[in-house]
């Protein structure tokens, strides 16, 4: 099954964008997904399986790193 993830990144920190360009560069180094950007989020997109395990392993490594973050979602069937 296909679906397809909106995404945004919101680093609890003054210096917000490196956190958001190390997600994105990391969750576009994983094969079999697609990902469309614009100002406000990132839309991720690909087999069910892929896109969870991509986002399972890259949200677990923002909320490890020091900055604390909040992480905001829509997710569509089918697509």
Do not use: W
């Not at 997600?23 to 697609?34: D, V």
């Not at 896109?51 to 069937?77: H, P, S």
């Amino acid at each position: 099954m296909k679906i397809a993830v909106d995404i945004s990144l919101y680093p609890l920190a003054g210096d917000y964008i490196p956190p958001i360009k190390q997600f994105i560069e990391a969750i576009s180094a994983y094969p079999g997904l697609a990902l469309e950007y614009n100002a406000l989020s990132t839309q991720v997109s690909g087999e069910i399986d892929a896109v969870f395990a991509a986002l399972r392993a890259e949200i677990g490594r923002t909320f490890e790193g020091e900055t604390r973050a909040v992480f905001v979602m829509k997710m569509l069937g089918g697509g």
